[in-house]
């Protein structure tokens, strides 16, 4: 439907059409990225799962390939679910995967690159013994799935985790394995969480608390700290929790568990889930793939044809200032789209106003921008014990002394729609000011039939540190990192009206106290080639 094409991204990875969930497999091979996708080829919602594939020279571009893997056999009839991939030290790669078999048992598959000469790996084997892992004693037959990527334990064998369920207590399981074909439980589980229900898409990986440069997934000892991430089934939310792996008892600690609430930050509080991360040798990073559904009515999704985008895949360090959170941020590779900017210095945005920014057109941007609160209105506001929190607010529209202060994306000329992605903050009864960064989707679209939540947290934000904000915006979604990428809001939005040529970009300034100073630099985004390979190309 033609009608509903300005919602299609013009630089998130999307498949031509119909339906597309996790992230599945992602890694770097002879010069290539590929990336693997949970996959409905007949139709717009989740259904019978098979696995798409795209290849890429910079995680921006992609060409895509034939289907992967299809449910060809009774181990994997009901679904070839989600999946991670190992590359051994002399190069061989091995794809775990769920497969629901024609019971709609889950158990563990593995499989294979036909050539492994083929920098495309087109054709996929599945190993002919399959399954090599059916769901343990006590454990139900639909609760073990999403095997991790493997990791060498210093006896020498791989190790992997898959996730699971006992009770109500999320759970991850751990395998031992020499060849990937048989596999030994080992005793314990890696961490487990009461109250928080069925652990998807499990993933484990080390940090350095010490350089900027991701781990291997083997890599162990001094100045590494290890993320345990889950994906809660129950709430739709990934949540992961830094801290400390003990080999020896097969067990992870989480550092803060005040700080965790239990189970963990959230990588994203928006719309973010099943998320998987990789180890890039080619660029000695840790990258972050994540799938972004649709926040409008499955009604709408069959109508345009397609569901759900990934989002733009993302670096991931230790943040060494706080020293238990992450830092998220764009791959660099997406600054290649970057074209004309407009930069905006030191604006001064009074109390109750909006400013629009001239750039023109607004539905492709990468945005940067820094706020100052002045100190006068800092002084002048008096202290308060009221609790700011994104969700629960009223969201733009809620003058507080010291914000709310932003931007107003993908909105239009008359500001009959528009996306306010913000900061609030509040001095709170012991003089210190506490910082929430939210996203507010109420006014994002005339349309009735689409979610219209207000989503955010608090972010931190340290004594010698301005207010800072990325945002990428295309079409129906907005990525926005806060102070570097400590906190993350990722929206989806249907404007009807602030759409292509008409969108717009505004600064906004929702408080009542404070005067804030901007300075934003906005460059245009290009729109990322994303089509099909042709076998006739060179492989550039
Ligand atoms: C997460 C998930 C996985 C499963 C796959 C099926 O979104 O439910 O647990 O393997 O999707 O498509």
């Given amino acids: 439907n033609s009608m509903l094409s300005w919602q299609r991204t013009a630089y998130h990875f999307q498949p031509e059409k119909n339906w597309m969930n996790d992230p599945n497999g992602p890694m770097y091979y002879k010069g290539w990225y590929h990336f693997f996708y949970q996959y409905n080829p007949e139709g717009a919602v989740w259904g019978s799962i098979v696995w798409g594939h795209a290849v890429s020279r910079d995680l921006i571009h992609w060409l895509h390939l034939p289907l992967a893997m299809v449910a060809d056999q009774w181990y994997d009839q009901n679904g070839v679910w989600t999946g991670s991939a190992t590359i051994l030290p002399d190069g061989q790669v091995i794809m775990l ?33 399959n399954p090599v892992l059916f769901p343990p004693p006590g454990i139900d037959t639909k609760d073990f799935r999403d095997p991790t990527t493997a990791w060498l334990t210093s006896e020498g064998k791989w190790r992997i985790s898959i996730g699971s369920k006992l009770n109500k207590t999320g759970i991850a399981l751990l395998y031992d394995t020499n060849d990937f074909k048989t596999y030994e439980r080992v005793e314990g589980l890696l961490r487990a969480v009461p109250g928080t229900g069925m652990w998807e898409c499990v993933d484990f990986f080390p940090v350095s608390s010490e350089g900027e440069n991701g781990l291997d997934a083997s890599i162990n000892g001094e100045n590494v700290k290890h993320v345990v991430k889950v994906s809660l ?15 020896k008892n097969a067990k992870f600690t989480p550092d803060d568990l005040n700080n965790d609430v239990g189970i963990g930050l959230r990588y994203d509080y928006g719309i973010f889930y099943a998320s998987k991360t990789f180890y890039d040798e080619s660029k000695g990073r840790r990258v972050l793939w994540s799938w972004i559904g649709e926040s409008d009515s499955e009604y709408a999704d069959v109508a345009k044809g397609w569901a759900s985008i990934q989002g733009i895949p993302r670096t991931v360090t230790l943040d060494k200032k706080t020293g238990s959170s992450l830092l998220q941020w764009p791959v660099a590779e997406v600054e290649s789209l970057r074209l004309g900017s407009n930069e905006f210095e030191n604006l001064k945005v009074k109390p109750g106003s909006v400013v629009p920014l001239e750039i023109g057109t607004a539905a492709q941007l990468d945005i940067i921008a820094e706020f100052e609160i002045d100190n006068k ?11 700011y929190e994104c969700s629960t607010s009223g969201g733009a529209a809620e003058r507080g002394a010291l914000g709310p202060f932003g931007l107003l994306v993908l909105a239009d000329d008359d500001l009959s729609e528009y996306t306010p992605t913000y900061f609030y903050v509040v001095k709170g009864s012991d003089g210190q000011l506490k910082t929430s960064f939210c996203s507010d989707q109420l006014r994002s679209s005339l349309a009735t039939d689409v979610g219209k939540k207000i989503f955010g947290s608090s972010v931190t934000v340290l004594g010698d540190e301005k207010l800072s904000v990325r945002i990428l915006v295309d079409h129906s979604v907005v990525e926005s990192f806060a102070q570097g990428g400590r906190t993350c809001v990722t929206s989806r939005v249907y404007p009807t009206k602030a759409i292509y040529g008409a969108a717009r970009l505004f600064l906004f300034n929702n408080a009542t106290e404070a005067t804030v100073t901007a300075s934003v630099k906005v460059w245009q985004m290009n729109s990322a080639f994303i089509r099909p390979f042709n076998p006739q190309e060179s492989n550039s």
């Fill in 97 to 129: 995967y769920t497969g629901s078999t024609n019971e709609s048992v889950q158990v563990q598959n593995l499989a294979y690159p036909a050539d492994p000469s083929d920098p495309l790996l087109v054709d996929w084997i599945k190993y002919p013994s």
């Fill in 233 to 247: 089934d129950d709430d739709r939310h990934d949540y992961y929790a830094v801290g400390t792996y003990d080999e």
């Fill in 377 to 387: 209105s800092l002084e002048m506001t008096a202290q308060s014990n009221k609790e």
